[in-house]
Structure formats: C-alpha cells, structure tokens
C-alpha cells in the first residue's frame, strides 16, 4: 500500500462521518454539501466553497495520480462509491484499500490522466459551475496550479532522474494544446507551462473571500490580485 497521506487520502480507516464522494457528483445532494462546507470554510458564497472544494480534490486525485505515476509506476484507481470525504476534509477509502493500476510507458499514463480528468474532474467542474455559475475557467485554473504545485515540490526532493523525466512528460502532455484530454480539448493548457519558471493566476480562486481573509491582505501565493 503507497503511503498517500500527503495528499491528504487515508486508506483503510472507518469513519462513521463524511460523504461519499458520488454523492457530492450528484446535482441533488452537491447542493447541500456546498452548504456544509460553506459553513466549515467560513464561505460566504457558494462559488467559494465550489473553488476551494476543486483545490482540495485536485491534490487528492491529480497530483497524487501525478506523484505516484511518476514516482512508482501504479495510478491510484478512484472510484466515486467507495470514496468517501470527510468532516477533516480527507478522502477516505475504509476498509478497502485503494486499487492501483501499473503504468509503464507514457502511453498508459496518458490515458489514465484522460480517464482521471474526463471522468471525474470535468463532470463535477460542470456540474460545480451550474449550481454556483463560477466560471469554468477558474476552477480549471485550479487544476492547473496543484499540477504546478506537485511539479515544484518533487523538484526539492531526492527523486531518481528518471522519476523526474516520467514527470515531465506528462507535464508537457497536461500543457500541450493539441492534448485531447476533454472532449476532443484541453482545458488546462492555457494554465500549464512546461516551462522553468514561476507564473502568475491568470484568474482568482476567491480564497481571499473566506471569512479568516477578508480584510487582511490574504491571497493564495499566485494571485493575479497582488
């Protein structure tokens, strides 16, 4: 079993409290979940508690899927019914232990990106974007800053070179326009850079709108408000 407790995922440990997570994908229980988190957050608004949720599962499920892909060759296998996110905002997979899916060659780990973002990602980016009407774009661009943000962080560790080439491959896949990865484009591309270098939001994720921010000059590192 991969230790994925940095990205915030427990494995194998019962929780009487939480949502499944395909409850959250359903436009008659999203709703409410958006209103617990609301109040847990301190989000005055609904699209705020939306950003903030695509931030947290972006790391759970992209840059995880990124890191260990890259790091030990296996794809973690997520499945909305037996997922389940909890009141310490944590994916938890209980009892069961979660599947993983080896990867060997870019090829195989293209696909599963596509499957990860098609399946999972961009549903629940829809379906966030109906019930609160924040922009699309945002929270795609929040997809795009955690990929950045696991780029940067297996930089400053010891990692094989080999590791850090896999990465950058499906950095370069992730950035590339011509990447067919949602139906037939790519979301992401405008936000992605396999360029060395620090890049500005190009929109803002409204993480200064929480209640602990406002009035207080605080914004994500990369705000185009700053």
């Not at 009892?95 to 990860?116: F, M, P, T």
């Not at 696991?150 to 080999?162: G, W």
Request: glycine content about 4%; hydrophobic content about 40%; overall charge neutral.
């Amino acid at each position: 079993m991969l230790n994925l407790e940095r990205f915030f995922i427990d494995q194998g440990n019962k929780v009487e409290n939480g949502v499944w997570l395909i409850d959250i994908w359903q436009q008659s229980s999203c709703e409410d979940f958006l209103e617990e988190l609301k109040q847990r957050w301190g989000a005055s608004h609904s699209s705020i508690a939306a950003s903030m949720l695509v931030k947290r599962l972006a790391v759970m499920m992209v840059s995880s899927t990124l890191y260990c892909m890259a790091v030990y060759q296996k794809a973690p296998e997520f499945t909305l019914h037996q997922l389940k996110w909890t009141n310490q905002n944590r994916l938890t997979s209980e009892d069961n232990q979660l599947g993983y899916k080896s990867v060997q060659h870019a090829e195989e780990r293209q696909a599963k990106l596509q499957e990860l973002l098609q399946q999972i990602i961009s549903p629940l980016i829809e379906l966030l974007h109906q019930q609160t009407r924040l922009k699309k774009t945002i929270l795609w661009e929040n997809v795009a800053v955690r990929i950045a943000s696991i780029n940067r962080k297996m930089k400053q560790e010891e990692l094989p070179i080999c590791s850090i080439n896999r990465f950058q491959k499906d950095l370069i896949f992730l950035s590339d326009q011509q990447s067919p990865l949602v139906e037939g484009i790519n979301p992401l591309a405008n936000y992605l850079s396999s360029e060395e270098g620090e890049q500005w939001r190009k929109t803002c994720c409204l993480y200064h709108q929480l209640d602990k921010n406002k009035g207080k000059g605080i914004y994500c590192v990369l705000c185009p408000l700053k």
